[in-house]
């Protein structure tokens, strides 16, 4: 069992950026891939970055490539996205989520609460 908690939400201007964390309790999280996820209003969970847990290769959806950055700290259980030159379009509810499988789709097993990132134009 895996329990997820997102922080560093916020509200910031166009152009600026935010470090959203999440920490992980529970065994082994080393051995997990880890997920962000985003949902805007009236819009379905879509994909935004992913680290696998065995080289720690990354994956980025295209709207955020160059942007955002996701990184692992196995030492402290915790991952984070670093968001750069952030627009109006990335104002969404941000999730992580953990599973053993590296994985681009939403099949994730665990899933946090969520933080929200606002983004004013």
């Known amino acids: 069992q895996v329990q997820l908690v997102e922080s560093g939400g916020g509200l910031v201007q166009a152009g600026g950026s935010l470090r959203l964390s999440c920490a992980a309790s529970g065994r082994a999280f080393s051995r997990y891939a880890m997920g962000w996820f985003r949902q805007a209003p009236g819009k379905e969970r879509e994909f935004v970055a992913a680290i696998s847990w065995f080289d720690g290769k990354t994956y980025y959806a295209d709207s955020v490539k160059g942007r955002f950055t996701m990184s692992r700290d196995n030492a402290k259980n915790t991952v984070y996205l670093q968001m750069n030159s952030l627009k109006a379009e990335d104002t969404a509810v941000y999730y992580c ?6 994985l681009v ?17």
């Open 97 to 102: 989520a953990a599973d053993f499988r590296t």
């Open 105 to 121: 789709t939403s099949d994730y097993t665990y899933w946090g609460q969520g933080t929200q990132v606002t983004v004013s134009s």
